[in-house]
């Protein structure tokens, strides 16, 4: 018995060894070497061909760096594919992945040219026939109309206008990074934009030190913590509590 399945071991190695590799293209990229190569190089938060992949020490896990952004502005991260906690320090470009971006190639899921997989995103944006799939991507229909009624005048509380200059359409972390890399030092008074979107919001109301403000209590999204049915009474004494343990 232990013949039969020696012989069969050493027979299949020997077919593998005798089967031709695949050659490589003239510029140097290799051929994907099986279907679905995109796929293996995708980026499990934004599903596109990494852009500037970057691994997590803990898990090895691999993302696109400015995917993984907003996980490391938290206190304890969770690695976003595993949940498993992880050290921000301890996150490091990965250039095995980059090395194989740019060895690879795959086709265009438009016009079927093969392209670099470190080139995929330039010329998928690029690309007429994949534009042309977009435009003619059928539009959303609810299954059953409903009869309830549509919300109108919903207050905007996912973007904010900068107080200081009116940069607009910034997330509650993209408001910090740009308040302080363009108003460290600016003196003046403002309102801060996600207070004031609030149920509880004073629209008048202007922190002395802004700046501090946002790092202090918008290191993370209301809408994690807030139900707005809540009493808007209970919840505008909560957050002068807030406002008077912080000062």
Same mark, same amino acid.
């Given at each position: 018995?232990?013949?039969?399945?020696?012989?069969?071991?050493?027979?299949?190695?020997?077919?593998?060894?005798?089967?031709?590799?695949?050659?490589?293209?003239?510029?140097?990229?290799?051929?994907?070497?099986?279907?679905?190569?995109?796929?293996?190089?995708?980026?499990?938060?934004?599903?596109?061909?990494?852009?500037?992949?970057?691994?997590?020490?803990?898990?090895?896990?691999?993302?696109?760096?400015?995917?993984?952004?907003?996980?490391?502005?938290?206190?304890?991260?969770?690695?976003?594919?595993?949940?498993?906690?992880?050290?921000?320090?301890?996150?490091?470009?990965?250039?095995?992945?980059?090395?194989?971006?740019?060895?690879? #190639?795959?086709?265009?899921?438009?016009?079927?040219?093969?392209?670099?997989?470190?080139?995929?995103?330039?010329?998928?944006?690029?690309?007429? #026939?994949?534009?042309?799939?977009?435009?003619?991507?059928?539009?959303?229909?609810?299954?059953?109309?409903?009869?309830?009624?549509?919300?109108?005048?919903?207050?905007?509380?996912?973007?904010?206008?900068?107080?200081?200059?009116?940069?607009?359409?910034?997330?509650?972390?993209?408001?910090?990074?740009?308040?302080?890399?363009?108003?460290?030092?600016?003196?003046?008074?403002?309102?801060?934009?996600?207070?004031?979107?609030?149920?509880?919001?004073?629209?008048?109301? #202007?922190?002395?030190?802004?700046?501090?403000?946002?790092?202090?209590?918008? #290191?993370?999204?209301?809408?994690?913590?807030?139900?707005?049915?809540?009493?808007?009474?209970?919840?505008?004494?909560?957050?002068?509590?807030?406002?008077?343990?912080?000062?």
């Amino acid at each position: 018995m232990m013949a039969m399945f020696r012989s069969l071991v050493l027979g299949t190695q020997l077919r593998q060894q005798q089967q031709p590799q695949q050659p490589s293209s003239g510029s140097g990229s290799l051929a994907a070497p099986a279907e679905g190569i995109e796929s293996q190089f995708s980026c499990p938060i934004c599903l596109e061909v990494y852009h500037e992949p970057v691994s997590i020490a803990s898990c090895a896990h691999t993302f696109c760096g400015e995917c993984l952004q907003p996980c490391l502005q938290v206190t304890s991260p969770l690695c976003p594919l595993c949940r498993v906690p992880f050290d921000p320090k301890k996150v490091e470009r990965s250039s095995s992945v980059e090395k194989q971006l740019a060895s690879y #190639k795959a086709p265009c899921r438009g016009c079927n040219k093969k392209v670099a997989l470190v080139k995929m995103r330039s010329h998928i944006a690029s690309c007429s #026939k994949v534009q042309e799939q977009i435009a003619n991507c059928p539009k959303f229909v609810p299954v059953v109309p409903t009869s309830q009624p549509i919300p109108r005048n919903i207050p905007n509380r996912s973007t904010f206008a900068c107080p200081f200059c009116g940069a607009r359409n910034l997330d509650q972390q993209e408001l910090v990074k740009h308040c302080m890399d363009s108003h460290r030092n600016d003196p003046n008074k403002v309102v801060c934009p996600v207070c004031s979107a609030m149920p509880w919001g004073d629209p008048s109301y #202007k922190s002395s030190n802004f700046l501090q403000h946002l790092l202090h209590r918008h #290191k993370f999204s209301y809408d994690t913590f807030v139900d707005y049915s809540i009493d808007e009474e209970a919840a505008l004494q909560a957050a002068l509590a807030l406002s008077l343990a912080e000062n």
